[in-house]
């Protein structure tokens, strides 16, 4: 017994815990006895030896407390040491094993970076858009309101009425606020530029308890009606940018739309409006509408004038989004009653305002989602083929385990070892990924997502929320490729690593790579799919026939009523600036209108059709834009009956229109529209002839009903209005030219906006353009990635049955034979991975449908180049190292051994 | 003065002026301070062992099981460098602080 503890206590050092307790003891005994000894040498009695021994020590049971507390706190303090040294020695082992094969390390950091980064991008984007609430005082406690549209969208504008009624009546509202955006024009002296304002009622921002960053903000006291309307609260942005944050600005003057209004203050920093896409520069009240816009002073009175974007309202006390829901309905029904002309069915929806997407959300939600569901598939497809690199490795590296193992290293620990070392691996590539991401960010800033929102209008950067999503999805990518191989390699068993079996053993190795191989191939198959899906919305979109010629047509938007043209001469300006780039070379024609088609922001009106009955609920609503006569010549919109504008039609004889296809089949379904009669109010106007159908505000063809007014007539194109010229060649170049052409003409002219039609269509196509971009390059790389996987496993699978396989080739087996018995390893998981992948995308498919055209998310020749693709990838990854196997020379494989 | 009380910081410094030349167990270090210092300096003598074992968490000890000439088993203390360095140090302070205040108690006598 004392022999063993002598050996024990030899190599012992002062940590091991679970005899501290004895170890105190022993060496309090010790000092006793030894204290003992030397009163006896001094001539003690034993006896008294011993109690005297223990008096001059003191009180034995709280020092052996104390001793024994401060020994816990060591212990505790070296076993943290130990881990941290312990993990210290896997990151070196691990850094010392990816050293040794630095392709292997490459290839993982960057599939990492790629899937980890765009998965970062992409939920940047989710958590500005979706995620972030307005930056404005308890946002929990607002909702939006909308009243629903007869069209069936729940979310569509208001009327100025309908608001005061919802404020008015409601009770779990303790307020609320009315805000839409309008482009004006503004002038602080030099030109004037076009910017976007927002009108809201003066209790905006009370409401929503925002301080003023300097002079003061609107008040509920402005809405007073003898208190001066034409009042604005610069943006805080612009504030910054076009006046250097210039205090003296507040109190002076700023021209909005060539009226005065007074800078009352800077709206806070942190605050750029509560709709996404749309931060004002400023805002302004929404009954200084009149000030802007005289001839629609009835806007605050007709309750069928829809014309408020956004409502928002701060719930009461104790009220809730749903009690206010409730409420709401109620006072639709009896809205209903009161104005059933006006508001038929309508209805209103409250939505809690939990981001800064307002109105109609689905698209850019479900745009997002998309793009998330896309690269955590590739992401998934990446880890995959890395737990396939890894188990690969593992194998190959089974006798380094083994030996291992056998100087008795704990599985444990080799689990752990493997694990480091897929953290590693994953770190690096989250490193490179948050570069990569930052990068990517800045790249596609000016890239639009559905509804025409920018990249970089949304405020989208690597905060520190995206940053965490970035960890967590790197450990979690860690623990996805690394936790199987660190398994299966923990459970290696020992004999068969030493003896360097070859043909045997590791099946549940194999069994995974199987598994994963088939894994892989579905994921593949389900991004190519979308990728062909987008790829043919492309084509159809690209194909589709807008009715008129898209090609060589410039676009100029300019407004006479600002910029400090006299109000008489206006009316001759777009005259003028017509025959003066009419005259310039390369140009075809020139027309002016105040709606263009693809381009949104028509003008709305109702109609009555001389001859038709309206059903009970049908609204005769059509679009209509105020054109000059060559219009449709110079977008070369052709007129299917009766006949084009003449140069007579603006004159003082009857007025006359032109109607669209759409308009002329449902309102004069089986009668010639020409010479038939639409009234619009007093108005009464003579069909004159039909015009081919074309695509408004979107691309999509024959929704709206249209109508075609010849300038003169009583309205003239006197707003804003688009120069449309048609040029000979590429109207990009021609911009400079008509540019120069209006300055000349009118040197204060406001120009909002130059560009071609092309460009228009471009930037409608790019939600669809960047989804199809995004699928093809992830698709192809998903390819690429289960090409490798199943060649790695072929390779790997002929490496191992090399001497085998050379016995049978001598012994006469044929190739066919060698190529069929290699090739079973993986052709069994590809079908399998295609049939899964194939009915995966079918099943997601649904998801994809409302961003589709032309054709439907089960597009059968879809599937079936995906398939094909895939196949044809997959059996030449296959057949490659199958057939070197076959044509293995037997003598040299033998010798090799 | 049949003895007088040892503050932790003096103890402390003892022990390590203790082990200076040797390394020695807690006895042995209770009895030289005991016999050094002319049995002025009494301490109660199981207030080494917190000492000790603080010292050793501390670094400024080192600890093992080992054979006492006797031939018993009993627990040495070393110092490390890093204890001899601790003890240079407060050796240094102590010096400085004792001249002080003998300085004060020599001046206030004249």
Known sequence: MKKQNRFRRGFRITDHSGDRARDVEDEIAFHHAMRERELIDSGMDPAEARRKAREVFGDEARIRAEVERIDARASLRQRVTQHASALAQDIRLGLRGLRRSPLFAAVAVATLALGI???????????????????????????????????????????????????????????????????????????????????????????????????????????VPDSDPAVLVLSNAWWKTRFGGDRTVIGSTLRVNG?????????????????????????????????????????????????????????????????????????????????????????????????????????????????????????????????????????????????????????????????????IIASAGGVVATVLALALLRLIGGVALPRGIEISATGAGLNAGVLLFAALTTVGAAVLFGWLPALIAGRTPLGLVLRQQRTGGGSAAARVRSALIGLQVSLAVVLLVGASLFIGTM?????????????????????????GIDPEAAATVGPRILERISGLPGVRSAALGRSIPVRPGGNGTFVEVDGYQAA??????????????????????????????????????????????????????????????VHVGESSFRVAGVARRTAWGGLDVGTTP???????????????????????????RMLPAIRQAIRETYPGLAIRQMGTMQAEIDSLLAPQRTAAWLLSAFGLLAVTLAGIGIWGVVSYSVARQRRDLSIRIALGATRTGVVRRVARTTLSPIAVGLVFGLTGARFLSSSVDSFLFGLTGTHPLSYFAAGILLAVVAVTATWLPARRAATTNPVEAMRAD | MAGSDVYTGTLELLVLRALREEPLHGYGIGRWIRETSGDVLQIEEGALYPALHRLEKKGHLSARWGQTELGRQAKFYRLTTRGRRVLKQEEGRWREHAAAVTAILDGGAQ
């Open chain 1, 117 to 223: 980064g765009g998965n970062t991008v992409v939920f940047s984007l989710v958590e500005a858009i979706v995620m972030r609430a307005p930056a404005v005082e308890s946002p929990d406690r607002l909702a939006s309101i909308w009243t629903t549209c007869r069209r069936g969208d729940p979310r569509c504008s208001s009327s100025h009425p309908d608001y005061e009624d919802y404020r008015d009546r409601s009770t779990r509202f303790s307020d609320m606020a009315a805000y839409t955006g309008r482009r004006v024009t503004a002038d602080a002296g030099g030109e004037p530029e076009v910017v976007g304002a927002e009108l809201v009622t003066a209790n905006y921002f009370s409401l929503l308890g925002l301080e003023p960053a300097a002079g003061r903000v609107l008040q509920p006291q402005d809405d």
């Open chain 1, 259 to 423: 009226i005065p209004y007074t800078v009352l203050g800077v709206a806070p920093a942190e605050f750029d409006g509560l709709v996404l896409g749309q931060a004002p520069e400023f805002w302004m009240l929404l009954r200084s509408l009149r000030l802007l816009d005289e001839d629609r002073g009835e806007m605050l009175q007709s309750r069928s004038s829809r014309w408020i974007q956004g409502l928002v309202g701060r719930l009461a006390a104790g009220a809730t989004v749903e009690g206010a829901r409730a409420e709401m309905l109620r006072i639709s029904d009896q809205l209903a009653v009161e104005d059933p002309d006006s508001r038929g069915t309508r209805s209103i929806t409250v939505d809690a305002l939990s981001s800064r997407v307002g109105g109609s959300e689905a698209s850019i939600f479900s745009f997002l989602a998309m793009l998330q569901g896309v690269l955590a598939l590739t992401l998934l497809l990446a880890c995959s083929n890395l737990a396939n690199l890894m188990l690969a490795r593992a194998t190959t590296r089974r006798s380094e385990l083994g030996v291992r193992l056998a100087l008795g290293i704990g599985r444990a620990r080799l689990v752990r070892q493997q694990l480091v070392e897929s953290l």
């Open chain 1, 539 to 563: 084509r159809n979109r690209l194909d589709v026939d807008l009715g008129f010629d898209a090609h060589n047509v410039a676009l100029v938007v300019v407004d006479p009523t600002l910029g």
């Open chain 1, 616 to 677: 009970p609920d049908e609204e005769m609503r059509i679009e209509y834009s105020v054109v000059t006569g060559d219009y449709l010549k110079t977008l070369a919109l052709p007129v299917i009956s009766g006949r084009d504008f003449e140069p007579a039609d603006g004159g003082a004889g009857e007025p006359v229109v032109i109607i669209d296809e759409t308009m002329a089949t449902r309102w004069w379904p089986d009668r010639d529209p020409v010479g038939g009669t």
């Open chain 1, 706 to 732: 249209f109508m075609f007014i010849a300038a003169g007539q009583g309205r003239s194109p006197d707003g804003p209005y688009t120069v449309i010229v048609r040029t000979d060649s590429n109207p990009t």
